[in-house]
């Protein structure tokens, strides 16, 4: 269904934006807001901030699905390729962000007598941090770059989908949807789960959800406009059931998780527009890339920003000006566009020469 030379770009732009909506329930998480100055959409968002976290699952299916769509061909995965591939995307930036909010958080300690928000600073910590294990439940509470706590989740996922590989190989669909209903449904009524637990078994769920989601379309490539239609009413009645009350459904409702069809029929219809490259869309392309950029580096710079008004002792109000707000995104933006030209790209290409 997916031609080798031709892009998902509309999943890109997707992971992008589920990126950015985090970005923008942290705004007024770590900010303290519970209003936008002079700004009705931003209140909108505020006001159901509850769902803006749940964005890190799209994240996660959109990974599994990207995952099996770069994987399915292969016979078996090689680990060292599978490792590099892993590292060279993602750990080079998270190891520069924490020593960021090391940084910062030395200031906080130097001038307050302790970190922002009470995060652990310590070596213990910072130990976690490097081995992507801040949140396997081993932690003491949140620490240094908390963000990077949805990444800490997808490592042990990302293992077992290299360890299980062959099975899902083999069973394909029948394989991906067992470990959802297993992880998401099984787990938690057999274990007596904390909070790490839960979060393990949302990864698990959304990740295989996402390449369920690409076995659908393999097995199913004639129905291609059906998945559109789908896909487009599915999130509309999605968005409209998290606006409204209906207790018509309710009992179906929570059964399964709230997020569910609305990630389900955005990724369905997003996967259905795929494109070679062109000079338009190669322009935007880096723009795309700052999906993982703009998560981890918009926590720092909050950090950064409250240092700045608790040493010069400005209003925090001013936080909750739209006109502040563009100019955090705009500084947030150009950072990591740099970061992807500069430092991302070159260190990736660095590590995969050693595959």
């Not at 789960?193 to 393999?218: D, K, M, P, R, V």
């Not at 950072?335 to 430092?343: H, L, M």
Request: proline share 2%.
């Amino acid at each position: 269904m997916i031609d080798e030379n031709q892009k998902l770009y509309f999943l890109k732009i997707l992971t992008w934006f589920s990126s950015f909506v985090i970005v923008l329930f942290h705004y007024g998480l770590w900010f303290e807001l519970n209003f936008y100055e002079k700004n009705s959409l931003i209140n909108y968002l505020l006001e159901k901030k509850e769902y803006g976290a749940n964005f890190v699952y799209l994240y996660w299916a959109i990974t599994g699905f990207f995952f099996i769509y770069l994987y399915h061909k292969d016979e078996k995965i090689k680990f060292k390729s599978f490792f590099i591939k892993f590292f060279a995307k993602y750990y080079p930036l998270h190891f520069f962000t924490l020593i960021l909010v090391f940084i910062i958080q030395y200031f906080n300690i130097k001038f307050f007598g302790k970190t922002e928000f009470g995060y652990i600073n310590d070596i213990y910590h910072f130990t976690l941090n490097i081995f992507f294990a801040s949140n396997w439940g081993i932690e003491k509470a949140q620490s240094f770059n908390a963000p990077i706590w949805f990444m800490s989740i997808l490592v042990p996922v990302l293992i077992f989908f290299f360890l299980t590989f062959t099975f899902l190989k083999h069973l394909k669909i029948f394989f991906s949807i067992f470990i959802m209903v297993f992880f998401y449904y099984i787990v938690p009524f057999a274990v007596n789960t904390n909070q790490t637990g839960l979060n393990f078994s949302a990864c698990f769920f959304y990740f295989y959800l996402g390449i369920s989601i690409f076995y659908i379309c393999e097995f199913n490539k004639k129905y291609k406009k059906k998945f559109v239609i789908f896909g487009f009413f599915g999130v509309v009645i999605s968005i409209v059931s998290l606006n409204y009350n209906f207790s018509l459904f309710y009992s179906l409702i929570k059964s399964i998780p709230s997020t569910v069809l609305l990630f389900f029929s955005l990724i369905l219809l997003c996967q259905n527009f795929y494109f070679n490259s062109n000079k338009i869309i190669s322009k935007f392309e880096t723009l795309m890339d700052t999906s993982y950029s703009i998560y981890l580096f918009h926590f720092p710079l909050q950090l950064f920003f409250i240092l700045i008004f608790n040493l010069l002792n400005l209003d925090k109000n001013l936080f909750s000006n739209f006109l502040f707000f563009l100019f955090y995104i705009v500084i947030l933006m150009i950072i990591s566009v740099i970061s992807v030209k500069n430092f991302e790209k070159p260190s990736r290409n660095f590590f995969l020469k050693m595959i």
